[in-house]
């Protein structure tokens, strides 16, 4: 049997921080991060900051969301050397997914080439 991921069980409230303050450091704001999470997931503002209050798994996190946006399938990249477009667990590649958007946004890349549009 296959022992599940340790990130899966980690509440998003306790790696947001993180995610903000890599964004931070390299001159985007708050709301940049929020914009491509709630693009990613479907949440809007006010259910991403309950789910962050809440101290919701990523599990639950992305369980929860209200409409995963379908141009995730075009989040290609290597994150931690692995390809998010490879990655079999779904759960996972959601999370790496949004680990890469992240990346790209600390990186400077236009929000409009984020959100893939």
Known sequence: MNTPH?????????????????VER???RREELDAVICWLTGYDAAALARQI??????????AEAPAMNPGTALI?????????????DP???KIRG???LVDELAKGRPLAKILRE
């Open 6 to 22: 340790r990130i899966f069980a980690m509440s998003f409230a306790s790696v947001y921080p993180l995610y903000l303050t890599k």
């Open 26 to 28: 390299k001159g985007r």
């Open 53 to 62: 209050a809440q101290a919701v798994s990523f599990e639950r996190f992305f």
């Open 76 to 88: 290609t990249g290597t994150v931690c050397g692995v390809r998010v477009e490879t990655i079999a």
């Open 91 to 93: 759960l996972m590649q």
């Open 98 to 100: 949004l680990d890469k």
